[in-house]
C-alpha cells in the first residue's frame, strides 16, 4: 500500500493532492511541525536520513525528493495520466515547468528566506540580488500563464502540482506578494475550484 508522510505546511502537500487528482488508493499519515521551531518532529525526521518532506512509503520502499516521488507515483500509479508524452507537442514546455517548480523558484525562495532571517540591511548586494530574482522568477510564471490556463499549455499536469506550493504554501516561509502578478492570482483561483484541490487541502 502506497503511504504518503504528510508533514503538515510542507511540500508533502503535493503528494497528497497528485494522489487525489489520481484517485489511487493510498494511507495517508500527517506530522505536525513543532509549534515553536516549526521544524519536522522526530518521528518524521526518522523516515529518511535527510528527514526532508515529501517522503513515501511502498511496500519496503521509502523515497523522499518531491519530483522524484511525483514521477514514481505517475510512472507506477498513474497509467500516464498527468504527464506529457515525448511526441507531444507541448513536452519541452512540460518538462520545463515541472522543474522550474523546485530547481528555480523554489531554491530562490529558499535562499531569500535564509538571507531574510540574518536581518541584514536592505541595501545589501546580494539580499537586493536574491530578491531581484525571486521578481524575475515571478514574472516569468506570471508571463507564461498569460500565455497559457496552465503551465505545460492547454492541459492540467504535474508540472502545475510541483508548481502550486511554491506560489502558496512556501509564501507561509517567505511572505510573497503576488497581486502585481494577475495571471498567478487568476491561475490561483482556478486551482483552487479543483475537487482533488479542495480535498487534498
Known amino acids: ?3 504518503v ?7 508533502s502537500e503535493r503528494i497528497v ?4 487528482e489520481l484517485e489511487i488508493p493510498y494511507a495517508l499519515k500527517c506530522y ?3 509549534s515553536v521551531t516549526m521544524l519536522a518532529p522526530p518521528d518524521y525526521k526518522a523516515l529518511h536520513p535527510i528527514g526532508a518532506a515529501p517522503v513515501i512509503s511502498d511496500g519496503e520502499l521509502v523515497l523522499a525528493e518531491s519530483g522524484a516521488v511525483v514521477e514514481y507515483i505517475i510512472a507506477k500509479y498513474g497509467n500516464g495520466r498527468l504527464a506529457l508524452p515525448s511526441s507531444h507537442p507541448d513536452f519541452a514546455a ?3 515547468w515541472f522543474h522550474f517548480a523546485n530547481g528555480t523558484l523554489q531554491a530562490q525562495m529558499g535562499r531569500n528566506m535564509i538571507l531574510n532571517r540574518l536581518a541584514l540591511a536592505d541595501d545589501n548586494a546580494m539580499l537586493q540580488a536574491t530578491r531581484a530574482r525571486v521578481d524575475r522568477s515571478f514574472d516569468l510564471v506570471d508571463a507564461r500563464l498569460g500565455e497559457a490556463d496552465h503551465l505545460a499549455g492547454r492541459e492540467f499536469t504535474t508540472a502545475d502540482i510541483m508548481m502550486v506550493f ?3 504554501t512556501m509564501r507561509y516561509f517567505l ?3 503576488i497581486g502585481r502578478c494577475r495571471n498567478i492570482v487568476r491561475y490561483l483561483a482556478a486551482i483552487g475550484q479543483r475537487p482533488a ?3 487534498a487541502m
Do not use: G, K, V
Open 197 to 199: 484541490y479542495r480535498r
Open 17 to 20: 493532492w497528485l494522489c487525489e
Open 1 to 3: 500500500m502506497l503511504t
Open 175 to 177: 511572505p510573497y506578494d
Open 94 to 96: 512540460f518538462l520545463y
Open 5 to 11: 508522510h504528510h508533514l503538515r505546511i510542507s511540500q
Open 32 to 34: 505536525t511541525r513543532d
Open 166 to 168: 511554491s506560489l502558496t
